[in-house]
């Protein structure tokens, strides 16, 4: 919708300036190069806001993070959801206009795997309620974990640490 919307304000900009500009140059035949500059300046108006909203929507494509008040928003509503929640990771980031939300939840290692399952399904369907949330994914541990779950975080801490220990020795 808001696509549409910029077409129809630069409809209504481009026209006026060409109007103008039409108007300009039949008033004053010395300012014939008025209707080519002002053509330049509508085409460059147009791309400049085309880019903005071009950048805007790569963003959301390519999953850029949710701001930091989003993450707290969601932190709230699971620490509310059930006293026995803890909230270890939230990841939010766009799938498209609205976002995903990745929660790694905490709870009591003598809870029933249906009585966590409950929960976390408890939490997921109030996280994908609200408007801005695509799909929610709440994953139970019974500990805070303080190594990476998946390979890819796995090998980035590994090269991390290879990297500190060439450093290391280097400087001995």
Do not use: C
């Not at 500009?21 to 300046?41: E, F, M, R, Y």
């Amino acid at each position: 919708m808001g696509a549409l919307a910029e077409d129809h304000l630069n409809d209504v900009a481009s026209n006026l300036g060409a109007i103008l500009a039409a108007g300009v140059t039949k008033a004053w035949p010395a300012g014939w190069w008025v209707d080519s500059v002002s053509a330049i300046l509508i085409a460059l108006v147009i791309l400049g806001r085309w880019s903005h909203i071009t950048h805007a929507q790569v963003l959301k494509i390519v999953g850029q993070a949710a701001p930091e008040e989003f993450h707290q928003a969601v932190e709230r509503i699971a620490a509310a959801h059930h006293p026995a929640v803890q909230v270890d990771i939230t990841r939010a980031y766009h799938f498209g206009s609205r976002y995903n939300v990745e929660m790694e939840i905490v709870l009591p290692a003598a809870m029933t795997v249906a009585e966590s399952h409950d929960i976390a399904l408890g939490l997921q369907h109030k996280l994908e309620a609200l408007d801005q949330v695509e799909r929610a994914f709440v994953h139970v541990d019974y500990q805070r974990r303080h190594l990476p779950e998946h390979k890819v975080e796995r090998n980035l801490l590994a090269r991390l640490q290879e990297r500190q220990a060439r450093r290391g020795a280097a400087a001995v």
